[in-house]
């Protein structure tokens, strides 16, 4: 594996983040959307550099970004809104040793070199900590919009994948390259099957990047990717609403749980014994301020999952 992934798997499984760093889905943050005058969907973005700082000094191993070009109010979700590479040089500026990765860049929807220029900057500026998640995309508007062919996706999907891997060597006259060159093999983990079959995901793809769901849920679906992939990371994500008694116990709801944290590190325990190798935990149904609520994480629960003494801890 490549040393950000060996870094992502270190420990047999590890915690992170996804943006944006809000809580803006709760009673109090719609209300607070409402009188700042942003769209639903639309998160509060005052302090997002400071918790992102935040979640690397707290010692999270991952921030994941999403890539959604368009704001669509039928979806009723803009993500953490800014342009996923840009941001991304942006929060390896400001980071240390956290991951960065995407949660997934829509390739068919991209100009293929410049999604290998925009990857190869953003290894090169953060020292190794990309995981470049990518995916065929699900959202038919958008496909005219950028002048590409929605049904062609898949071929697309394999044709990018093709030229990241060779960094684009095969594709060129003679003479001419795409730099930076990475300074080590930009790992490429895929959301879904991204119109391909099995057997080519396993095959062609360095992590899997999977729906939430139950640690029963994890259990078949990471058995099946193991069935094609062997030991690559099977990767998921979990809505966290993180109660203040510690000893609430969890309640499901919709790709995700409230619970105190107790119960959180049962569950993520839970999750690492399904085959799940990361969990990026979604704050916008917490209903405690994101500060407190990483603080009390890293804490009382990270201790749990990530070894201080790890060799992996860091990316050379």
């Known amino acids: 594996m490549s040393p950000s992934l060996d870094k992502l798997a270190a420990g047999g499984f590890s915690i992170g983040v996804e943006l944006p760093l809000d809580n803006d889905w709760t009673a109090s943050g719609n209300a607070k959307r409402r009188h700042d005058g942003r769209h639903p969907g639309v998160p509060d973005l005052e302090i997002h550099a400071e918790l992102a700082q935040l979640a690397d000094t707290l010692g999270f191993r991952a921030l994941w970004v999403r890539d959604v070009p368009l704001y669509d109010p039928s979806f009723g979700d803009a993500a953490q809104v800014f342009e996923t ?16 990765g995407t949660a997934a860049v829509v390739l068919p929807l991209r100009e293929r070199l410049l999604t290998l220029k925009s990857a190869a900057t953003i290894q090169e500026l953060s020292r190794g900590r990309l995981l470049l ?11 005219p919009l950028f002048g590409r062919d929605f049904a062609s996706r898949g071929a697309n999907f394999r044709d990018q994948i093709a030229l990241l891997r060779d960094g684009a060597r095969g594709h060129l006259p003679p003479g001419l390259e795409v730099l930076p060159a990475a300074r080590s093999p930009v790992p490429l983990l895929v959301a879904g099957l991204a119109q391909q079959t099995p057997a080519w995901i396993g095959e062609y793809m360095d992590g899997c990047l999977a729906y939430p769901g139950t640690p029963a849920d994890h259990a078949q679906r990471a058995a099946n990717w193991r069935a094609v992939a062997g030991d690559k990371p099977y990767v998921s994500f979990i809505h966290l609403d993180l109660a203040e008694d510690p000893y609430e116990p969890l309640q499901r709801h919709r790709f995700g749980a409230r619970a105190g944290r107790i119960a959180l ?8 014994d399904a ?3 990361h969990i990026g935990l979604h704050f916008r149904r917490n209903r405690r301020p994101l500060d407190e609520t990483m603080a009390e994480i890293a804490s009382d629960v990270l201790p ?9 801890a860091r990316v050379a």
């Open 275 to 277: 085959g799940v190798r």
């Open 133 to 143: 998640g990518v995916a065929s995309g699900d959202r038919p508007v958008e496909y």
């Open 85 to 100: 590479f840009s941001y991304l040089g942006y929060l390896a500026g400001i980071t240390r040793d956290i991951l960065l």
């Open 304 to 312: 749990a999952f990530h070894s201080i003494t790890d060799p992996q």
């Open 265 to 272: 590190t049962e569950e993520l325990a839970a999750m690492r």
